[in-house]
């Protein structure tokens, strides 16, 4: 905002001294703008109010704003100090010197594409808005609040509600749309306040909200006043989970403890284990009782000892009276022995025999107090008393031996009893332990506040029980280990396990002890016992005798062995669990536990339930592991937190169909739903993550079964259809087994099945698929065969039986053949009788009868085959991984009925539809081939019939005349023998008779023969068959085949559409290539769309979806408002949004995608797998294009299609200045403006860039962009825009010629659609270009150097190719920014091409290396100066440095990992300034003399790489010079010198030898012989001509071909001569070339010349003018100079 400006506002504010608040002119002192509104317009807002209901609560609160100020506040209104006049200066200065500085140093360092800058003129609530469409550019989340979903004005709903009915009544209210209801989340109708904090609550029904379309209920104000206020932290993992307030109980050794710690560290809480915190207590009552036994025991024991020292001292007394008394009457008595140690008289032991007399009065009292001392009284004789000494005192104290043994037995006996507590004291210390837990965690101010305690075998009985339950302290789940195995053997032999060596230890000692008492009775019982088992073994064996007989009697005796063997094989079988200790005392301890433990339970269990809600869990332990129990607990503990599922009932039917019923009334324009669309998968229905398919035969078959909708089932609102109610129970048990957890369900691979009538098709689309798909074909009837083919040794069935050839009937030969060859036929016949009775003989399985008869006659076969075959294609490999296509299955209706039932579901069946005519088209000829064959053969064979029984007749009849011949030749022969005896008379007549009977038997001959041989008549032979005939008997076959296919087919057809199997029916009759187009068309969602298979996308409303965004019921995609169908195909370019503009959003997965249109929408419904994979859409750019060109070039036209199709602003410079005049009139450069334009001079440059950055801070330029139409023209401009930061992403030079111009003028002049005159005449046209023409090259030539970014285009081309051109440039320019900004955003190098960097920013910013390739100079250790190419094609920038690179291979290393070539990490460092090579001239190279020339003037890089050989010591070129660590060094030539520069440490530092070879002296061409001298100046010249000459080959017209080359070849070097001016060469080219034209027309004509006359209208255009200007150059020889 300009300084006057901002001074003008801050003058004009005024303050409400009451509220606070400041106002602005606008809005205390606004202007009244003129109503003259149409009609029109108001419908339009109308229209744009419920296009952008959205923005409703913005309007109005701008609305608000700029509303007219209440009287009484505008009066009140003052003026503060600060906003006078000086002190608003001295503010904006101290601003722009103190506090600028600093915002723009933070902006500098702050990511771009975040910065959002905003004209300050504007209004506040245009502010505002322009700040939310800008953040409508980024992929942000808005705000979800939770919203209460109950109304006080509603009927209350019962807090006893059933938990499902609760769900069902809250989840239509407040509903967002119809069909998106709240849903269930994991806490059901548990308060998730109160489980944070630790506690299950129930929560209570008029305190339900929803959040992020899920319903929650609270249990108090307080908690909904938490959750309103932030209910993320109740939400988040790892919530809904128990607060861990469990009780562990269980049998002895049950693993109680082992629980309780995996518990613990599962949820981490704290084990209190109260049997060791209650241990403490135990021993101080323990201490206590001790002391008080102690006390009294001690008493006693003293009282006790006293009494019986005092017994042994007066036995000692009465006896030493009498020893006394006997030594008085002579008798001598030893005398006692006294000791006096510790006071203590020890009484001699008492004879046996005599009892201890006790005194009365010598038993004590306990209760009476100790005596310390007393006197006996014993009656003495006189003598005695004289000499009786008084007894010794007797002391007993607590340290008396006796007394501390006789303590010690009383206190090992108190130990050895059991110490118990009451339950009260058990609970109490249990209660601190609780409290002191739920203290460490309030610690946390995250945490949770109560729970994080688990009791480890507490409480344990049904008292302690009682007592937390009134003490509040019940847990919230209470679990029992049980041990249900027989006797609680389980246990036991864990027990045993455990404490094997102590238990055998005991064992041991036990049985020594029972040993070693019975063995002193061992002996004694030992003979007895003898005795008696020889009498009871005597007995049992007469009764055993007696009982075998009788049983043998009546025939038992097997039965009695079986039941021994029975007994026998239970008493060997072996335990595989662990053994089992030996019963004893240990083990009975051990048993009483558990019996113990069982009896407590039952009322236990009993209390629990009675007094509390909780249902005690109670778990099996027998032959588990831990894990297991472990894994059982955790499930039952979170089954209350999980979702559940349950049966599609009616309530759920009525539900939808509401929801479906208020959704169409709801849409403007209701969606026509397909009318073969089934209700029940309506892309409406919500389906769950199988979509219709059934989850459990998913998951246990990898099937894809289709769902029966009558067995469906509800899971986290979505429906679920099952294949029976076994599946529909499996999946309510579990339901997360079934369905996917990270990742979608994979589909299975793909099955097809192929169907058709037979000339379909079938084979040839399946074996098409197969290898196309990479799948297995399948043939049903080959595979048939193939599993009999090892029996039949053929292939069998009627289309093979057709192909048989008909046996040849054995030829009857002659008699002698039949003679000759009776040996060899007999064989042939009886191997041919042999292999009919092997076939008829031969015994074929069950399964291959029944296969034999499905081929031969169609017979079904039995289910037990079909399984046998078909399972090992669904459920084996390489068949289940690879997928199949089966061909000609099922064929009929019960087959088709078989897959359904046993679950063997493909994905598809392709059905090809043929008419009859197509199949008899294409069986019929091949048939009638055969047939024809067929017939011939038969006819060869008649004919060979006929000729060899001809044959045979003639041999016969040949035979009979020889007979007969015979005959007559003997009565010949005895006619003459007769006639020899006869006389001459009678021999003339007999010669007369003789000749005529010779006839006659001739004649009888031939009659015999005739006789005998009759004429065979011709056998009624079969009529051949025509082959009219046959084509309508094939004809009639195929059609009744056909016919009988159909209706199966038609059958088959009706069962899989009973089966829900879907059908893919294809027109078979036509072409192949048709057929496979709409087979690969059709199947695309079967193979292209097949990972998106089970995906379901709902398409939604642009208003449903932004109510769902405002609310949070759903959430954007990470893609935004970009189009993921779009980017897909390589759109950089935002999609349009807004007023104006439809968008298409659908839902997936619980976001919202936005669309630009309905069929990319449609594209995204079909496989949004394939769309999600890409990756996010890159940073919004927005374009910044110049166009520019000459008058007409079409710059106001591509710049309007711009802003028509991607909503960019289009501005020329007069546009930049209506701006600001129409939007901001009072500003100081509205005023400025004005003020040229009043005086109607031309505004100056410096104010109409100025309006141009002014109108720059529209939002739409930032967010959509700009295209600047027609400028920048001229250098002055151009400092403007680059003062102000105004550079164009690329500038577009339209070029047309002159002519091009004035041509489109003159049309635009003429043009009917001009509505008003323009000033566009022929003249004015000629100044504006003339004018572009002088100021374009100053523009074009700063832009090529500086941003390099100037695109010439072809503006004489279409208006469609410039724009796709133009597009193509801006799309590539923001790819490029795009990748720039992603790239640099994520820390990694990117390439700076293109990206209008100038080379002195370039410069200002380089890295390390300076221009110098980091890349070469690490891996080769090469310094590649990259300065030689000024373009930055090969520039990257990383960490805010530019590096160059020397190549494309090298910039990709440098991108793909930049830290391994810039420091710290690069190996090698670019030496210093004053260490690298540079090149430099001959002349710089003489200024620098007298500085000589390293190694006399040879180069380096030669003698070094010639391995310093003498002959590779080359002088260099003078011109070639390189100054490197302040030494001149010569090269041979431009490689060897580029060489050096990139290894100059390798050949700086060389030596020459002693010998160099002798200085070459320069010898002048004139002084060489001819052909050197030839070969010096002319040779290359020569012989690029001849190569020319030699190329051509020309034929000048009318001329020899050698004077044609010679022509050729003098015009060639005049035309080449280096030597001559650019005139001479310029005018020999032009000859050179009409040469070459007038040598083409001979090749012309003789190519269109031709032998018959042409008429002029058939001959080529040009040839009439080609012949007669041959024909002109008869005698003509072009000249040579």
């Known amino acids: 905002m300009p300084d006057k400006d901002l001074e003008i506002k801050r003058v004009s504010l005024r303050v409400d001294p009451i509220t606070g608040d400041t106002y602005t002119k606008e809005i205390y002192n606004p202007e009244k703008p003129e109503k003259k509104k149409k009609e029109s317009d108001a419908e339009e807002e109308g229209e744009e109010e419920e296009e952008e209901e959205e923005e409703e609560g913005i309007d109005e609160e701008g609305d608000e704003h700029m509303s007219e100020l209440p009287t009484e506040v505008i009066e009140r209104l003052v003026k503060r100090p600060e906003d006078l006049p000086s002190h608003v200066i001295e503010n904006i200065k101290n601003y722009k010197s103190n506090l600028l500085p600093l915002l723009e140093d933070f902006m500098a360092d702050h990511d771009q594409q975040y910065l959002v800058e905003l004209d300050g003129n504007q209004p506040s609530p245009i502010l505002f808005k322009q700040l939310l469409q800008r953040l409508h550019c980024f992929i942000t989340r808005p705000a979800a609040v939770p919203i209460r979903l109950h109304d006080n004005e509603e009927e209350e709903i019962p807090e006893d509600i059933d938990t499902d009915e609760l769900m069902r009544t809250l989840a239509p209210k407040e509903m967002v749309a119809p069909r998106f209801r709240w849903r269930r989340s994991r806490w059901l109708r548990h308060c998730p306040v109160a489980l944070y904090e630790g506690n299950i609550v129930q929560g209570k029904p008029d305190l339900s909200v929803g959040f992020l379309d899920k319903l929650y209920c609270l249990s108090s104000p307080q908690a909904m006043e938490k959750f309103l206020k932030n209910p993320r932290p109740y939400l988040l993992p790892t919530q809904p989970r128990p607060p861990c307030k469990i009780s562990v109980t269980g049998p002895h050794m049950s693993g109680k403890t082992t629980i309780s710690h995996l518990l613990a560290q599962k949820y981490g809480a704290k084990v209190l284990d109260i049997e060791r915190l209650v241990q403490p207590k135990i021993e101080e009552e323990k201490e206590k009782t001790l002391a008080k036994v102690r006390e009294e025991t001690t008493e006693h024991a003293i009282i006790t000892v006293k009494t ?554 039995p289910d037990e085959l079909m399984t046998k075959i078909l399972t090992d294609w669904w459920n084996t490999e390489p068949f289940k991984s690879t997928g199949f296509v089966l061909e000609g299955f099922p064929r009929t209706s019960d087959e088709a009925k078989y897959l359904a039932e046993n679950g063997l579901y493909p994905d598809g069946a392709v059905l090809l539809n043929v008419e009859d005519m197509d199949v008899v088209g294409r069986l019929l000829p091949p048939k009638l081939d055969k047939w024809r064959v067929k017939r011939d053969k038969r006819l060869a064979k008649k004919n060979k019939k006929k000729e060899k029984a001809k044959k045979k007749r003639d041999a016969a009849i040949e035979k009979r005349r020889a007979e007969l011949t015979k005959e007559r030749d003997e009565r010949r022969a005895e006619r003459k023998a007769q006639k020899g005896e006869k006389d001459s008379d009678e021999e003339a007549e007999e010669g007369e008779e003789e000749e005529e009977e010779e006839v006659e038997e001739e004649e009888d001959i031939e009659a015999v023969l005739a006789e005998e041989f009759e004429e065979e008549e011709e056998e009624d032979e079969e009529e051949e068959e025509l082959e009219e005939d046959a084509v309508d008997r094939l004809k009639n076959d195929l059609a009744e085949v056909y016919d009988n296919d159909t209706n199966r087919l038609a059958d088959v057809q009706q069962t899989l559409e009973e089966a829900l199997i879907p059908r893919i029916e294809l027109e078979g009759g036509r072409k192949p290539h048709i057929v496979r187009y709409l087979l690969s068309k059709n199947l695309k969602p079967y193979v292209d769309f097949r990972h998106s298979r089970f995906e379901r996308v709902y398409a939604i409303s642009e208003k449903l979806a932004t109510k769902m965004l405002r609310v949070g019921y759903k959430q954007p995609s990470r893609f935004g408002k970009w189009d993921p169908v779009q980017m897909k195909d390589g759109e950089c370019i935002q999609p349009m949004q807004g007023p104006g503009y439809s968008t298409y959003p659908a839902i997936y997965r619980g976001h919202i995608y936005y669309f630009a249109s309905h069929d990319n929408r449609d594209m995204f419904i079909q496989d949004p797998m394939s769309y999600l994979k890409q990756p996010s859409p890159k940073p919004v750019v927005p374009i910044r294009i110049a166009v520019i060109g000459p008058p007409k070039s079409g710059k106001t036209t591509m710049a309007t299609r711009f802003a028509e199709t991607y909503g960019l602003m289009r501005l020329s410079l007069g546009e930049a200045i209506r701006q600001v005049m129409l939007n901001q009139p009072k500003s100081t450069l509205a005023m400025a403006i004005n003020s040229y334009m009043v005086r109607g001079q031309t505004i100056p440059d410096e104010l109409t860039i100025q309006a141009l950055e002014t109108t720059l801070l529209d939002m739409r330029c930032q967010t959509r962009g700009v295209v600047f139409d027609g400028f920048p023209m001229s250098k ?406």
């Open 308 to 861: 019986k020292l005092k017994e042994q001292q007066e036995a000692e007394e009465l006896e030493r009276a009498e020893r006394e008394g006997d030594q008085t009457t002579g008798k001598k008595t030893e005398p006692a022995p006294v000791d006096v140690e510790g006071g203590r008289l020890e009484k001699p032991p008492e004879p046996p025999g005599e009892e201890k007399i006790e005194d009365p009065k010598e038993e004590a009292d306990p209760g009476e107090p100790p005596i310390t001392e007393e006197k006996t009284e014993v009656s003495q004789t006189p003598e005695a008393s004289k000499r009786t000494v008084s007894p010794p005192t007797i002391d007993v104290d607590a340290t008396h031996p006796e007394v501390v043994t006789l303590v010690e037995a009383a206190l090992k006996e108190a130990e050895n009893q059991s110490f118990s507590l009451s339950a009260d004291v058990y609970i109490d210390i249990a209660e601190k332990a609780i409290q002191d837990t739920e203290k460490d965690l309030r610690k946390n101010a995250t945490g949770p506040l109560c729970g994080g305690w688990i009791l480890d075998n507490f409480p344990q009985t049904r008292d302690q029980w009682m007592v937390m339950v009134e003490r509040g302290i019940v847990p919230d789940d209470a679990i029992c280990l049980r041990d249900s195995s027989e006797n609680g053997n389980f246990l036991v032999r864990r027990w045993y396990k455990y404490n094997k060596d102590q238990i055998e230890e005991l064992i041991r000692l036990r049985k020594a002890t029972e040993e070693a008492e019975k063995l002193h009775l061992a002996e004694e019982e030992r003979v007895k016992r003898e005795e008696m088992e020889r009498q009871a073994a005597e007995e049992e064996r007469k009764k055993r005798e007696a009982e075998r007989r009788k049983k043998i009697e009546s025939g038992e005796i097997s039965e009695d062995v079986a039941a021994l063997e029975g007994i026998e094989r239970l008493s060997v079988q072996a335990e595989l669990l662990d053994p089992l200790p030996p019963d004893g005392p240990e083990l009975d301890s051990e048993r009483e536990k558990r019996k113990e433990f069982e009896r407590e339970w039952p009322a236990m269990q009993a209390m629990i339930t009675g007094s509390t809600t909780i249902e005690p869990i109670q778990v099996e332990i027998e032959k588990r592991g831990e894990e297991e129990i472990f894994d059982e607990l955790i499930t039952s503990l979170e089954e209350k937190f999980k979702y559940h599922g349950w049966e599609y009932s009616g309530m759920d039917v009525d539900e939808e169909e509401e929801d479906l019923e208020a959704s169409r009334e709801a849409e403007d324009e209701e969606e026509e739903e397909e009318e073969d669309e089934d209700p029940n998968r309506s892309k409406k229905k919500p389906l769950g993550d199988v979509n219709h398919f059934c989850p459990v035969s998913m998951y246990e078959r990898n099937v894809l079964w289709p769902g029966n909708p009558e067995c469906s089932a509800r899971y986290r609102e979505k429906v679920y259809y099952l294949a029976n109610d076994e599946a529909r129970e499996k999946f309510l048990k579990n339901s997360q087994m079934y369905l996917p957890k990270k990742e979608p369900l994979k589909s299975p691979a793909l099955r097809l099945l192929m169907l058709g009538p037979k000339g379909s098709g079938k084979s040839l689309h399946a074996r098409y698929l197969a290898n196309k798909l990479n799948i297995f074909h399948i043939d049903f009837r080959e595979r048939l065969q193939e599993m009999i083919i090892a029996k039949t040794k053929k292939k069998i069935g009627p289309e093979y039986e057709e192909d048989k050839e008909e046996p040849e009937e054995e030829e009857e030969g002659n008699d002698d053949e039949e003679g000759a060859n009776a040996e060899d036929v007999e064989p042939a016949a009886e191997d041919e009788d042999k292999k009919k009775e092997e076939e008829d003989e031969m015994e074929y399985t069950e399964e291959e009868e029944a296969i034999k008869s499905y081929l031969e006659s169609d017979d079904p076969l």
């Open 1276 to 1681: 002055r401009q151009i400092d403007l825009m680059t003062q102000k930061s105004i550079i164009p992403i690329r500038i577009v030079e339209l070029e047309i010629d002159s002519k091009e111009t004035m041509v489109r003028g003159t049309k635009d002049r003429h043009s009917p659609n001009r509505a008003y005159p323009v000033h566009d005449s022929a003249q004015i046209l000629a100044i504006k270009l003339s004018n572009y023409l002088r100021e374009i090259g100053e523009v074009r030539k700063w832009y090529k150097e500086q941003h390099k970014n100037f695109v010439n285009m072809n503006g004489n081309r279409s208006k469609w190719w410039v724009w796709h051109q133009l597009l193509d440039v801006a799309r590539k320019g923001v790819s490029q920014i795009q990748l720039y900004l992603q790239r640099v955003a994520d820390g990694k190098a990117s390439s700076v091409a293109d990206m209008c960097i100038t080379p002195q920013e370039f410069e200002v910013r380089l890295g390390d290396f300076g221009q110098y390739c980091p890349v070469n100079l690490a891996n080769k250790g090469e310094l590649i100066d990259c300065s030689v190419n000024p373009t930055l094609e090969f520039a990257a920038e990383f960490r805010g440095h530019y590096y160059k690179m020397a190549g494309q291979e090298e910039l990709e290393e440098f991108l793909h990992e930049p830290e391994k070539y810039v420091p710290p990490l690069a190996p090698v460092k670019l030496p210093a300034r004053h260490l690298l090579p540079r090149q430099i001239t001959g002349v710089q190279a003489k200024a620098m003399f007298p500085k000589p020339i390293e190694i006399q003037g040879y180069c380096p890089v030669t003698y070094l790489d010639g391995k310093c050989r003498y002959e590779a010591i080359i002088q260099g070129d003078r011109e070639l010079v390189v100054l490197y660590r302040d030494n001149l060094y010569y090269f041979e030539n431009e490689k060897k010198l580029k060489k050096f520069m990139r290894l100059p440490e390798k050949y700086w530092n060389l030596t020459l030898p002693h010998k160099l070879p002798p200085k070459k002296e320069p010898i002048a061409v004139t002084n060489i012989p001819m052909l050197g001298f030839m070969e010096q100046t002319v040779a290359t010249s020569i012989n690029k001509a001849l190569t020319a000459v030699g190329s051509l080959k020309p034929k000048y017209p009318f001329l020899s071909v050698t004077r044609s080359s010679q022509i050729y070849f003098a015009y060639h070097l005049k035309a080449y001569n280096p030597k001559s001016s650019e005139y001479v060469r310029k005018k020999y080219k032009q000859k050179l070339m009409r040469f070459e034209e007038t040598c083409e027309l001979i090749k012309y004509l003789g190519n269109n010349m031709t032998v018959k006359y042409k008429d002029p209208k058939a001959r080529p255009i040009d040839f009439d003018f080609k012949l007669n200007q041959f024909m002109a150059l008869k005698g003509i020889e072009p000249t040579p100079t």
